[in-house]
């Protein structure tokens, strides 16, 4: 779970940090063997923000190599596994952050998501984790992944913890309140394909708003030639050199990115912005987007094939439309479903609607806490 520890017991709220940002104080190996001893010479503005108000880090968490992937199964410093169940996995790419909450060594965790990476382990897990507005919290001093696409942001096991911990992380965020979910319009999307008591799980959510709709909100198919592209921009060169050391799952994911060409990289940022004009359009005056967060409840270890595609396809399909968008979401614990472990719905809101998202998740989390 931890990869670094601080040589003091901190004081104040207790923070793991993804092993994705920078500390001037402890090693940062970017979930890599090729950073294995490496000491920052700065410590991330992030945990620098958090440390000002009181956060005391207590660890750096465990990542699926590089960030890339959705199982934090990792070839180098272990899988980490879910603490609700030894033979799931915990989620990626934030795997070890999830891991940290629910043991209770850390009441914060500060996580990176590019395509669901705090998003899939909160619910794989069962616990919270918000995506910011893209450009809200500041990447500075964190490995990137997928530029355009790489967002940081919180997790906690409770919304108002996020909630705290962006207002550290983001000068000038000041949180909405909300007397009643009936303020809000939302649609429900993508039920198709989900786990029976997931889908159960997610309906039951929906209830909690009298003013809903079902709509078909449409895919960022097309987008994914960006995101590789931008993968391989970050790696060509360290790839180029040390290909041996990256672990089998990943030396075939980067393989795939280097194969993107300039035409198909430039044809999908045309498809982002279309799909955002799409999405804009389909969801008309509603003010939030609710979904599933995963189709199913935390996969067993090894499920994925080498190379992580069949399931982190799978697993990204509800997420990662909200990178592409680069709007807020938030994951939060909906109940228990298939084999008694949780299921997570997803809340999502427009640029710049943080404030929304987190307030309309704090009044869902206390209703389905009262099933």
């Known amino acids: 779970m931890f990869l670094a520890l601080p040589e003091e017991e901190p004081e104040g709220m207790r923070l793991a940090v993804k092993d994705l940002f920078d500390t001037a104080d402890l090693v ?28 005391g880090v207590v660890g750096k968490t465990n990542l699926h190599e590089f960030a890339y992937g959705t199982t934090s199964e990792n070839p180098h410093f272990g899988i980490v596994p879910n603490p609700l ?10 795997g070890g952050n999830a891991a940290a909450l629910v043991l209770g060594a850390a009441e914060v965790a500060l996580g990176t998501d590019s395509g669901g990476s705090i998003r899939i382990p909160a619910a794989c897990c069962g616990i919270v984790g918000f ?9 500075d001093g964190c490995f990137p992944l997928a530029p355009s696409f790489d967002h940081a942001g919180p997790m906690a096991r409770d919304v ?8 550290a992380l983001a000068p000038g965020f000041e949180p909405a309140t909300l007397e009643s979910l009936e303020e809000v319009e939302i649609v429900v999307t993508w039920l198709e394909g989900v786990d029976t008591l997931v889908r159960a799980r997610a309906e039951e959510a ?13 895919q960022p198919d097309g987008v994914g030639d960006l ?32 194969e993107v060409s300039d035409a198909e990289a430039e044809a999908a940022a045309r498809r982002r912005q279309e799909y955002r004009e799409e999405i804009e359009e389909t969801l008309g005056n509603a003010d939030l987007v609710l979904t599933p967060t995963l189709p199913c409840v935390a996969p067993t270890i090894g499920a994925g094939r080498v190379g992580d595609v069949d399931i982190r396809e799978s697993l990204i399909r ?20 298939e084999h008694g472990l949780p299921a997570s719905v997803q809340l999502a809101g427009r640029h710049g609607s943080d404030s929304l998202v987190l307030a309309a998740g704090k009044l869902l989390e206390a209703t389905l806490a009262h099933n």
């Open 28 to 55: 940062t190996t970017y979930g890599s063997s090729l950073f294995a001893d490496h000491l920052p010479a700065r410590t991330a503005p992030a945990v620098l923000a958090l440390e000002a108000a009181g956060y």
């Open 85 to 94: 169940a030894a033979d799931r996995v915990a989620g990626g790419s934030s």
């Open 131 to 139: 995506k910011p507005t893209y450009g809200l919290v500041s990447l």
């Open 160 to 167: 108002a913890t996020c909630e705290q911990a962006l207002r």
């Open 206 to 218: 929906l209830a909690r708003f009298p003013r809903c709709r079902i709509v078909a909100l449409p």
């Open 227 to 258: 995101f590789a592209r931008e993968v391989a921009g970050v790696h060509v060169e360290l790839f180029a050199a040390n290909a041996d050391l990256y672990g089998e799952d990943l030396r075939v994911k980067i393989g795939r990115c280097l």
């Open 318 to 337: 509800r997420t990662f439309p909200f990178n592409a968008l680069g709007w807020p979401a938030l994951a939060l614990p909906s109940g228990p479903a």
